[in-house]
């Protein structure tokens, strides 16, 4: 399926399914791909990460690790055009921002797989390949806990979250930021790479936001 096709569809099944207040905004969403100018990624934006250095997706699908934890596997992906690769960006549970919010330096943020609904997550058992952090998807609409609670850290001088920025995902629970490498699965997930988590700050735990249907920022009332 085209990441354009899908960008249709996931506009259609968020917006126009009830429940979305269009009066907040002062212009539609946005459907972008990896070579749009830049668009503010805000709170219900649902986007592909895109790892900088190996260019493959952050990856889930249902199918559960063989080991540790058994939740939820989350992989790198190397094609665009799947739709596995979409995630929702939300607040954490007390949290008072907004949908369309922007989302600044420091936030601590949320990841709601599009498909399976459930939530980028992580804990101190360690990976497949590597034996780093695992990071997995857990959880669901009514259950989400810490364990799925990342401090947006973005790279630069820039104050607010922007499509093709170069950020970061610290972990809160466990300190280890979102990182993934060309250690590939040879069998169930035979050509994805491994996604983690590593407490050292490096360039394997670089991110951009990528392709995706970005919500304008919400008017302030």
């Known amino acids: 399926m085209s990441s354009g ?3 249709i569809a996931i506009y259609v099944f968020l917006f126009m399914g009830g429940g979305f207040d269009f009066n907040a905004f002062s212009s539609s969403p946005k ?3 990896a070579a749009s100018s830049e668009l503010s990624v805000t709170y219900g934006s649902v986007l592909k990460l895109m790892h900088e250095k190996t260019k493959f ?3 889930s699908h249902d199918v559960p690790y063989g080991s540790g934890s058994g ?3 989350v992989t790198g992906y190397p094609n665009v055009d799947d739709a596995n690769s979409y995630w929702i960006v939300r607040p954490t549970v007390d949290s008072s921002e907004k949908q369309g919010d922007p989302i ?3 936030s601590l943020i949320r990841l ?4 399976t609904r459930k939530w980028l997550h992580s804990h101190l058992h360690a990976s497949p390949i590597s034996g780093n952090l695992e990071v997995s998807c857990f959880g669901g609409e009514q259950e989400s806990d810490t364990g799925d609670y990342w401090r947006l850290m973005i790279e630069g001088s820039e104050i607010t979250w922007k499509q093709d920025q170069k950020i970061r995902l610290q972990h809160v629970d466990t300190g ?3 990182h993934s490498h060309n250690k590939k699965y040879q069998r169930i997930a035979g050509g994805q790479q491994e996604v983690c988590g590593v407490k050292e700050k490096n360039k394997d735990n670089i991110w951009l936001a990528a392709e995706g249907v970005y919500l304008p920022v919400r008017e302030s009332k």
């Open 5 to 7: 096709f899908f960008g």
């Open 71 to 73: 939740q939820q596997s």
């Open 31 to 33: 459907t972008a791909s």
């Open 112 to 115: 709601q797989h599009m498909k």
């Open 104 to 106: 600044k330096s420091g």
């Open 57 to 59: 997706r952050l990856h």
């Open 176 to 178: 280890g930021y979102l």
